[in-house]
């Protein structure tokens, strides 16, 4: 597939990307390559191969949730530069 002019100016404006004519000739020309490159990834046999979900074979280890002793109020407000009772204070973001 051959990138032309008018799909490079599509790509570029939906990346919010800009380029001089030069540089548009050679950027055609790599992603000309590039989607050529992938392309012939099409003809790979892949029958009988599983997919891949990761490139790792490590497997992630968690640890079990336990209850443990929680902040008081009192404790989590203790250093707040502005709070009321219950609650720490917040400039206001919203109209």
């Known amino acids: ?3 032309n002019r008018e799909v490079l100016d599509k790509i570029a404006h939906l990346s919010r990307l ?4 030069k540089d548009a000739e050679k950027m055609m020309q790599d992603m000309t390559a590039i989607v050529d490159w992938v392309e012939k990834l099409k003809e790979v046999d892949t029958e009988g191969v599983e997919p891949l979900t990761t490139m790792s074979h490590e497997i992630n280890v968690l640890r079990e949730d336990e209850i ?3 902040l008081s109020h009192e404790r989590a ?8 009772a219950d609650y720490f204070r917040v400039p206001k973001v919203l109209e």
């Open 77 to 84: 407000l203790q250093n707040a530069p502005q709070k009321d």
């Open 1 to 3: 597939m051959k990138i």
């Open 68 to 70: 443990k002793e929680h």
């Open 18 to 21: 800009e380029f001089d004519e």
